[in-house]
């Protein structure tokens, strides 16, 4: 299961639109690589919770993430509910690892996908799963997290938003 490279900011093709994948099987081997390359970053950054297809350079409608403890591998997956409650928050991606952007997103969303034996699921969310699934939907149709940036105002180093923006412990 080989970890592949991680396009980065500025890389052209993270801006492209994915393409249906046709069968089960056609996703089998991205999705092995999406596992090893998200278990790889994990273990050189010390967070990462989902990776799209699109990230590694390939632009299938695909993406895996892991969430509380349970794998979840979406095959063209698609929006059927985006609440109109919203919610803001930092939001940080594997291709530009050391950049956070304040944004907002629906509170809760419904997913229709199908899975590794081509099943069809819904998958239903709220906080952050919701935020999760709508980062990666984003990256399927070309879009970053700094594009959904509220004002010029909206970044911060991972550094700087530690020191200044990140939830202290209470004491």
């Known amino acids: 299961m080989p970890a592949r490279r991680i396009l980065e900011l500025g890389d052209p093709r993270l801006r492209a639109v994915s393409q249906p994948v046709a069968s089960p099987a056609e996703a089998k081997l991205i999705l092995r690589d999406l596992r090893a390359t998200l278990d790889e970053f994990r273990r050189t950054h010390g967070f990462g919770r989902g990776i799209s297809a699109v990230q590694i350079g390939e632009t299938r409608r695909i993406f895996y993430i892991e969430f509380e403890g349970t794998p979840y591998s979406l095959i063209n997956p698609v929006f059927e509910r985006q609440s109109e409650q919203k919610i803001?928050?930092?939001?940080?991606?594997?291709?530009?690892?050391?950049?956070?952007?304040?944004?907002?997103?629906?509170?809760?969303?419904a997913v229709r996908y199908r899975d590794?034996?081509?099943?069809?699921?819904?998958?239903?969310?709220a906080g952050a799963l919701s935020e999760l699934l709508q980062h990666e939907m984003d990256h399927l149709d070309g879009i970053?997290?700094?594009?959904?940036?509220?004002?010029?105002?909206?970044?911060a180093t991972r550094a700087e938003y530690e020191r200044w923006y990140a939830p202290r412990p209470r004491l």
């Open 88 to 109: 803001r928050l930092w939001d940080d991606c594997f291709s530009f690892p050391d950049l956070l952007v304040h944004l907002e997103r629906s509170e809760s969303v």
């Open 116 to 125: 590794q034996a081509g099943e069809t699921r819904l998958l239903e969310a």
């Open 144 to 155: 970053l997290a700094i594009d959904r940036a509220l004002d010029r105002h909206s970044f």
